[in-house]
């Protein structure tokens, strides 16, 4: 039995991928050499702020000689130019591969003469009418017609075939190039995944003695606490629970999440949050750091850069990002989970070895945790000390 016949599998969230990735626009209808030409043009503007990708099929029919050390046999030819890296593979590449490979794209075009994606930009260009009527079935979610220079409205048969073609705009190719980088611009705002809090209270404390999360730091169990400050900048906050017996002395006026991924501590936290919503950001915060407050958070969220896997603040441990206070993005997910696959399970090892943005803390003290009595006992000393400036101020 084939992958593709195979229907058995766990019902868990799938994240909302296309071909490639989240966000993807097959550019169809229009001479092939015109298509480059405006990929070329829209990721020149998109690309100082998001990772772009194009993706396209060779138009040669004639059998060439394989490229590097696959002519020789090789099923993969690896080469680190100085300026990029380049990967010939042997075999074509399946949807898995695909979006694997994509994953950390914002934003990926592709030709949509030869290749396939979850919406659509339609060139309206009477020399490839023809061609065009070929492919009218791949016009599932079409976001946007262009108008050649030989075209001033839109075919009948475009319109039999585009039931709410009324309702999507319509641009000249060659006159708005602004309002159609534009165009992508606003998709891509829009698409910005929503930002979820998660609070780490899972941990076993043994260094502590007890469980940090309920130390009493502001008229309330930490874990509390810190749920309330992530609810001024996150949609919905979960309280995160090594199991379903911790999960069940949650407050109910909380949400909370019990790990699903087992023993891995707050790795396993995170890659929990995310198997629940796969779509989501998750702003990570550890119960343990007292000092934290909507000052810290807000500077974090204000600094988000939704083009890298994670926004971090940098820890007084060797300049390393702090991964328990750090905003992850849905592209950070599956990075996680290749992590995990090659047998490790710390988040800062992922954060060091990945594209992350990386903030100086706006408060010296922020990121300090307490994981001994010792360390407790020096909050409470500089939390007094806040207190006493406050009041006498």
Known sequence: MTLIDHKKH???????????????????????????????????????????????????????????????????????????SQLNYAAALDPFKQRELFAAMDIVLVNGNHQQAKAQIVIIDSNKAASLQKRLDQLTNVQLFLLADNADELPVFVKEAVADWQKIPVLRLNDDAGKITAFFKNKLEQAKPI????????GKSTRMGYDKGSVNWYGKEQRYHMADLL?????????SCRDVEQQKAIFPDYLSLADTFIGLGPYGAILSAFREQPDKAWLVVACDLPLVDTTVLQYLVNNRNTATIATAYQSDYQNFPE????????????????FLAQGYSCPRKVLINSDVNVLKAPEQDAL??????EELERIKRILHQKIAVKDAG
């Open 10 to 84: 766990a019902a868990i969230s799938r994240p909302a991928n296309g071909n490639f990735a989240r966000n993807e626009w097959a550019i169809l209808g229009g001479p092939c050499t015109v298509i480059k030409f405006l990929a070329d043009q829209v990721i020149s503007v998109l690309s100082p702020q998001y990772r772009c990708a194009y993706g396209d099929t060779s138009h040669s029919n004639d059998k060439v000689q394989l490229p590097g050390k696959l002519d020789a046999g090789a099923a993969l030819d690896y080469t680190d130019q100085n300026n990029y």
């Open 195 to 202: 930002l979820q809090g998660l609070v780490l209270a899972g």
């Open 231 to 239: 609810k001024k900048h996150c949609a919905d906050v979960y309280i």
């Open 323 to 338: 991964p328990l206070i750090t905003i992850y993005e849905p592209k950070s997910y599956p990075i996680l989970l290749q």
């Open 368 to 373: 300090t945790n307490v994981n001994t009595p």
